[in-house]
C-alpha cells in the first residue's frame, strides 16, 4: 500500500491516534515537559529534510500531540480550580 494511504489510514484509526496520545500522556505523567516534547519534534520537521520517509508520520504526530497538549491543559486547569 502507498505510503500516503498508509498515514491517511491511520489518521482516521483510533488505536493508532490514542497510541500516540498515550505518549504525550506517559511523558506528563513523568513530570516531563510535554511544550519541550512538542519544540523538540517540531525542531526536528522543520530541520528535516523533504524527502525523509518519516517526516509526514511525524506530522502527524506533531499535529495529534497538539491537540492532545491542549486536552491535558484544560484538564490540568479544571483540577486546579477544582482544588482551590
Known amino acids: 500500500m502507498h505510503s500516503t494511504?498508509?498515514?491517511?489510514?491511520k489518521r482516521w484509526?483510533?488505536?493508532?491516534?490514542?497510541?500516540?496520545e498515550r505518549e504525550l500522556w506517559d511523558a506528563f505523567e513523568a513530570k516531563q515537559d510535554p511544550e519541550?516534547?512538542?519544540?523538540?519534534?517540531?525542531?526536528w520537521i522543520d530541520a528535516a529534510d523533504p524527502s525523509e520517509p518519516s517526516l509526514a508520520?511525524?506530522?502527524?504526530?506533531?499535529?495529534?500531540?497538539?491537540?492532545t497538549l491542549a486536552r491535558i491543559r484544560k484538564i490540568e486547569a479544571m483540577m486546579t480550580s477544582k482544588k482551590q
Open 36 to 43: 519541550a516534547k512538542l519544540e523538540q519534534l517540531r525542531g
Open 5 to 9: 494511504t498508509m498515514l491517511w489510514l
Open 57 to 67: 508520520e511525524q506530522r502527524f504526530r506533531l499535529e495529534v500531540w497538539t491537540t
Open 13 to 20: 484509526n483510533f488505536i493508532e491516534r490514542a497510541r500516540l
